[in-house]
C-alpha cells in the first residue's frame, strides 16, 4: 500500500473493477478532453515463452494487424482507426503485451471493436504468417545492427543469466523460424483470455457507459478456446548469478562504446520502488542530474549519460549507460562508479532531495495531462500490480521518502559485489573491463573512489 495523500483525503478517482468473465476494467474519465484512450493490456510477454519459440509474443502481436473477423485486411485495421482521425497500435515487453487506440470520444465503440477484434478473433493464416515472418526478422535485425540495444541484450544476458528475462522479446532468428500459425494461434489461446485481460479507458468517457461499452464487446468478441493449448510458466524467481563482478564484451566496428553498467535491484512490487525512483533520478535522469553535470558537463567523457530501472514481478535492474571513445573507457567507468561511491557513503542532501522530489512530481502531472498517458500509468499498475493507486497517492509516496533511505538503500546496492558490466564498440575486452570493474567495486567498499572524488 501507498501513504495517504497529506491532507488525509483518498483523491476521488478511478478504481479496478472485475468483470464476470475475470478480466479486468479501469475507466478514467477526464475532463476537458474531446478524446479516448483505450489500451488493452494482456499479462504476456517474453518471460513466459519457451526458449525454442523466442519471440513468439512480438510475433502474434504483429501478425493479429494482418487481418481479423470484422477488418480482414492490415487496410481496413488501420483506415478503421486512422480514418476517423485516430491512432492505433501495439507493443511487447518482458511481461506485458498491449494494443491501444486514442480516438474522437464519439468513435470508442469502434476503438473497443478494433482492439478487441485484434486480441481475440485474428485472421492468422499461413500466408501471411510466412510474410511477416520476414518483417520481424528485418526488426530483429536492426535491433542487432544497433550498438545501444546489442549493448542492452548482452547486459540483459549477464544480469538474468539462463533465465527467460535474458532474452529479448524480438527473439532470434533460430527461434522465428520456428514459428508458424499452429504455434502462434496455440500461444494465443493459451494466454490471450479474459483472467489475464486488463481495459482501461480515459478521457471523454463516462464511468457506467464505459463499463457497458466494455461489457458489450466481451460479449460480441470475446470466444475463448477450451483450455490451454501451451504450458503457462514464467520461469519463476531468477537465480541468483555469480557472486562477485562480472564483465561481457563483444567487439564491434565503430567510433564508440556502449557501456551498461549495473546490478539486479527490487520489483514493482517492493515497497522501496519509490526510494529507488528517487535515487535513479538524483543519479542520472536529466541535464542536472550527477551523472551528466559530472561525465558530460565536467568532464566531457560522453555525450550520452544516464540511468534508468526495469522492473519485473519479483525483480529488477539498475544500470547506468554511457557510450565513449575507446580510449576513454577506463576514465568514464571509473567516473561513473565514484558518482556511485558517493552517493552509498555521503547520500543525499535535503536540497537535491526535494529539487529531485519535485523533478518527479511535476514530471508525472505533466504526463497525465495525456489520455493515452493515463491509460497506460493505470493498465500497467492494474495489470502488473493488482490494484490502482491515483496520481495523488505517487505523489505522497514520493514525498515520504527521506534522504536516510536513500542512502541506506545506495549503500546495500552499490557496495554489493553483484555488478555486471557489458560493453559493444572497437577494441573492447572482456577480461580487461572484469579487472576495471572488480577493482572500482572493491574501491566502492572500501571508500576509496569517494575520497578521490571529493
Avoid at 265 to 292: K, V
Amino acid at each position: 500500500m501507498v501513504p495517504s495523500p497529506s491532507d488525509g483525503h483518498r483523491e476521488p478517482g478511478p478504481r479496478l473493477q472485475t468483470l464476470p468473465n475475470g478480466a479486468g476494467l479501469v475507466v478514467a474519465p477526464m475532463e476537458a478532453r474531446e478524446s479516448v484512450a483505450i489500451s488493452l493490456l494482456v499479462r504476456v510477454g517474453s518471460r513466459w515463452e519457451p526458449a525454442r519459440l523466442a519471440g513468439v509474443s512480438h510475433f502474434l502481436e504483429h501478425i493479429v494487424f494482418k487481418g481479423t473477423e470484422r477488418f480482414p485486411t492490415s487496410r481496413a485495421v488501420s483506415e478503421s482507426i486512422e480514418g476517423i482521425g485516430g491512432v492505433l497500435n501495439a507493443s511487447t515487453d518482458k511481461e506485458v503485451t498491449a494494443f491501444w487506440a486514442k480516438v474522437p470520444a464519439a468513435h470508442l465503440e469502434l476503438g473497443l471493436r478494433v482492439l478487441f477484434d485484434l486480441a481475440f478473433a485474428p485472421r492468422i493464416e499461413p500466408g501471411e504468417t510466412e510474410r511477416e515472418r520476414q518483417v520481424v526478422l528485418d526488426e530483429l535485425h536492426m535491433y542487432l545492427d544497433q550498438p545501444s540495444d546489442l549493448v542492452q541484450m548482452l547486459f540483459d544476458s549477464l544480469i538474468w543469466g539462463s533465465h527467460s528475462l535474458a532474452r529479448d522479446p524480438a527473439g532470434t532468428a533460430a527461434s522465428l523460424r520456428r514459428i508458424g500459425a499452429a504455434e502462434l494461434e496455440a500461444y494465443r489461446g493459451t494466454f490471450y483470455r479474459a483472467d489475464r485481460v486488463v481495459v482501461v479507458l480515459a478521457g471523454a468517457v463516462d464511468a457506467r457507459a464505459g463499463r457497458a461499452s466494455v461489457e458489450r464487446a466481451f460479449a460480441d468478441q470475446y470466444r475463448p478456446v477450451p483450455a490451454p493449448a501451451m504450458r503457462r510458466s514464467d520461469g519463476g524467481a531468477p537465480a541468483l548469478g555469480p557472486a562477485g563482478p562480472t564483465a561481457r564484451a563483444r567487439r564491434r566496428r565503430g567510433e564508440q562504446v556502449h557501456l551498461l553498467l549495473g546490478m539486479r535491484c527490487s520489483s514493482y512490487l517492493d515497497p522501496e520502488r519509490w526510494t529507488l525512483d528517487l535515487l535513479n533520478a538524483a543519479l542520472g535522469e536529466g541535464m542536472s542530474s550527477r551523472l551528466f553535470l559530472r561525465l558530460r558537463e565536467d568532464q566531457a567523457l560522453a555525450y550520452d549519460v544516464h540511468s534508468f530501472v526495469s522492473r519485473h514481478r519479483d525483480t529488477g535492474a539498475f544500470a547506468v549507460y554511457l557510450a565513449t571513445g575507446p580510449e576513454r573507457v577506463r576514465t568514464a567507468v571509473r567516473s561513473a562508479l565514484e558518482q556511485l561511491g558517493l552517493m552509498a557513503d555521503q547520500g543525499i542532501g535535503e536540497e537535491e532531495l526535494e529539487r529531485t522530489k519535485a523533478q518527479l512530481e511535476g514530471r508525472l502531472r505533466l504526463q497525465l495531462e495525456s489520455t493515452g498517458a493515463m491509460a497506460e500509468f493505470l493498465g500497467h499498475q492494474a495489470l502488473l500490480v493488482g490494484e490502482v493507486t491515483s496520481r495523488e497517492e505517487e505523489i505522497a509516496a514520493i514525498r515520504a521518502v527521506s534522504a536516510a533511505d536513500v542512502r541506506a538503500l545506495a549503500a546495500r546496492m552499490f557496495r554489493s559485489a553483484s555488478w555486471r558490466l557489458a560493453a559493444v564498440g572497437p577494441e573492447v575486452d572482456g577480461a580487461a573491463l572484469g579487472s576495471l570493474l572488480d577493482d572500482g567495486v572493491v574501491a566502492i567498499r572500501t571508500g576509496q573512489l569517494v575520497r578521490l572524488a571529493s
